[in-house]
């Protein structure tokens, strides 16, 4: 009985509404923050810092950012990743062309840009939906990267097309190692998705709960259907576009479109299957799946290889991968369609009752 | 959509009601309004008023225009002709969301509740238009944002008392039975606070004892806080019950209009319910 609510009676409606209303889960993230603050820093090598924690934060804000739009809002978008291309180059443009821009006002900058243009794409869904918005928003993702391609100007008329991102400096202090700008990356993830979870746990979760579920019942309890859903557009936007411009300037270090393909957007859809569609939590879970499997996979197969007489060609590794994903986004719809984030309630479920089944 | 009850007298007792609450003047005309599906006429030009504090049933088999006229007082169907007049206020059409900030709340014949979401939740996005916080506010959990949760908790949680739906506060909707789910979505309509409730066959689908319990709601949400009532059933025993005046429609002409003890003794009505030819 180690994971109990009994005994914690809620003696007012303020603590009931809590974001974690039960004790040990509110020791549970101060451990969680504990360690990625603290402990984290102290242990991982930079390759750790580099491959796998920085990429799975900033994939982690960018799915918030899907969530908040298709978990919560139910507005499906195959565009996540041309959103988050908006906020990089947006970006660049800022620190580009305003000499002494602070870095993190170019990055919030950046994610305006992308609400701006999550907004105009986010039009058609007042008159579309399901199926139909997805084409649209696929429509977004491949004009959005056709743009930044073909238009010398965002690219400050470099002529690769792939450009080096400037270094990300903050009142003086460049952050260049990878545990700098890990712990950059986390701050912000970390403050961002504390304002998700606030966002959607109260008023304005439920306007976009209730648009995703049943809008003419929505609108007639007065929540007004082109406001919400255009919010809900401009917020997952402004999450991708932040995304966008630490995935450039803090994981490859280069702005090019190409980084921001569908691919990119697709994996990011999955990661909010599989975590948990409608969870902040399951955003990460997610994230942290799609970002570790192929990696745990690839190693596998090395292994096997060196250490077993079966010889396996070093691409199976990412054809593995291919068919690994299919299958669990297969499993998935049909067996959990809450994800990661469901098992993991149910997981605590358990836990509540234990040791007694009953 | 239920079996139309014949008209006959009920198991309880249909004295008229005791008329403790006085009806005031009229708060909701409905002047000449002609609604159309393409070919299917669904209203011709019907006209009646709603009282003050009044519960006015609408009644009718099948198809006769119900749900369409609530429809259009609430702003969902757009009348090709004629106006609706609330608290004074003429108009030809209204959005629905200002329909709610007028005050005018509703249920729905096929349980319109929000699938993905706990009652409590259910019944707080019925306070949507009383709580003002921006979404930065709500981001930041400051200001408007935490004390307007707050607030209106408690007059959610006065509501559930109120519908006695303690236990399943924390329940996703979509596990609750039928009956419980008409009563969480009478309890969002009422957390709006509305002045006009209109209620779209609340007792449908029910058994005799979740009908007596929506029956005893109804009267006390009408008596305690005083809201007009606009109530389409099907069940005669109950709207003879607890109904000031009734509408009749049928083929989406009005063919009725006063006391039940009037509505009853009509011959129009008689027929449209034998389903005598026209
Ligand atoms: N959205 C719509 N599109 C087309 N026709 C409609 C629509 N809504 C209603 N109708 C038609 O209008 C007529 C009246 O329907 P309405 O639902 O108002 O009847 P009702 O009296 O509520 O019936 P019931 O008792 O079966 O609920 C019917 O012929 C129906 O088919
Ligand atoms: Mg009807």
Not at chain 2, 96 to 106: K, L, M, V
Not at chain 2, 167 to 177: A, E, N, S, Y
Not at chain 2, 238 to 249: K, Y
Request: hydrophobic share 50%; with cysteine.
């Amino acid at each position: 009985m180690l994971y109990r609510e009994a005994g914690q009676f809620k003696t007012s409606y303020l603590a009931d509404s809590a974001i974690f209303p039960i004790r040990q889960d509110r020791i549970g993230i101060a451990l969680i923050l504990a360690i990625a603050f603290v402990g984290v820093p102290l242990v991982a090598t930079p390759y750790f810092f580099s491959a796998i924690l920085i990429p799975f934060l900033i994939l982690s804000l960018a799915a918030i950012g899907l969530n908040i739009l298709t978990g919560y809002a139910g507005q499906l978008s195959l565009g996540s990743a041309a959103f988050m291309a908006v906020g990089a180059f947006a970006s660049f443009n800022f620190i580009a062309r305003i000499p002494g821009i602070p870095m993190l006002v170019a990055f919030a900058a950046g994610g305006l840009v992308a609400a701006a243009v999550g907004i105009v794409f986010g039009l058609p869904s007042l008159r579309i939906r399901g199926f139909y918005l997805a084409v649209a928003t696929l429509a977004a993702q491949f004009f959005i990267i056709w743009f930044l391609t073909k238009v010398p100007w965002v690219t400050n008329y470099n002529a690769s097309g792939v450009i080096t991102a400037q270094p990300i400096v903050i009142l003086g202090y460049r952050f260049d190692s990878p545990p700098a700008k890990y712990l950059l990356v986390l701050s912000i993830v970390a403050l961002m998705a504390l304002a998700a979870k606030n966002m959607t746990r109260g008023n304005l979760g439920r306007k976009w709960m209730a648009i995703r579920d049943m809008d003419v019942a929505a609108e007639v309890i007065g929540i007004p259907q082109m406001r919400t859903k255009l919010l809900a557009f401009a917020v997952s936007s402004f999450y991708c576009g932040v995304a966008g411009a630490l995935f450039a300037y803090a994981y490859l270090g280069t702005v090019e479109p190409e980084a921001y393909n569908l691919d990119l957007s697709f994996r990011i859809l999955f990661m909010v299957i599989i975590g948990g569609v409608g969870t902040i939590l399951g955003s990460f879970l997610g994230s942290a799946f799609i970002v570790l499997t192929p990696i745990v996979l690839n190693t596998t197969v090395t292994w096997l290889d060196a250490h077993t007489p079966v010889h396996i060609p070093a691409s199976a590794g990412s054809n593995l991968e291919v068919v690994v994903f299919g299958v669990l986004i297969i499993a998935f719809l049909i067996l959990e369609p809450h994800g990661l984030a469901r098992l993991w309630s149910i997981g605590k479920e358990k836990l509540r009752l234990w040791p007694f089944p009953h | 959509m239920s079996e139309v009850a014949p008209v006959t007298a009920t198991s309880r007792p249909s004295a008229p009601r005791a008329s403790a609450r006085t009806a005031g003047g009229v708060i909701l005309a409905v002047d000449h309004i002609s609604l159309a599906f393409g070919g299917v006429k669904a209203l011709t030009d019907i006209s009646f008023d709603v009282r003050e504090h009044e519960i006015r049933a609408i009644i009718g088999p099948n198809g006769a225009g119900k749900s369409s006229m609530l429809n259009v007082i609430n702003g969902v169907y757009r009348p090709q002709h004629g106006t609706i007049t609330f608290r004074g206020v003429p108009r030809h059409d209204v959005n629905t969301h200002e329909a709610a900030a007028q005050g005018i709340a509703r249920t729905f014949q096929n349980i319109a509740l929000f699938k993905g979401m706990s009652v409590l939740d259910n019944i707080m996005t019925g306070r949507n238009l009383r709580m003002k916080a921006t979404f930065v506010e709500q981001a930041l959990w400051i200001g408007r944002a935490r004390n307007e949760e707050l607030a209106n908790r408690h007059k959610v949680e006065e509501i559930i008392d109120f519908l006695e739906i303690q236990h399943i506060r924390r329940t996703p909707v979509g596990r609750l039975p039928y009956g419980l789910q008409k009563r969480v979505e009478l309890a969002r309509a009422l957390a709006a606070e509305p002045v006009l409730l209109l209620l779209d066959e609340p007792m449908a689908g029910m058994n005799v004892e979740e009908k007596q319990d929506m029956c005893r709601f109804i009267l006390d949400v009408n008596e305690q806080y005083g809201t007009t009532i606009v109530l389409i059933e099907h069940d005669m025993g109950v709207v003879m019950d607890i109904s000031d005046r009734v509408v009749v429609l049928d083929y989406g002409k009005k063919i009725g209009d006063g006391v039940p003890a009037d509505v009853r003794a009509n011959q129009a009505v008689i027929d449209a319910y034998l389903g005598v030819a026209h």
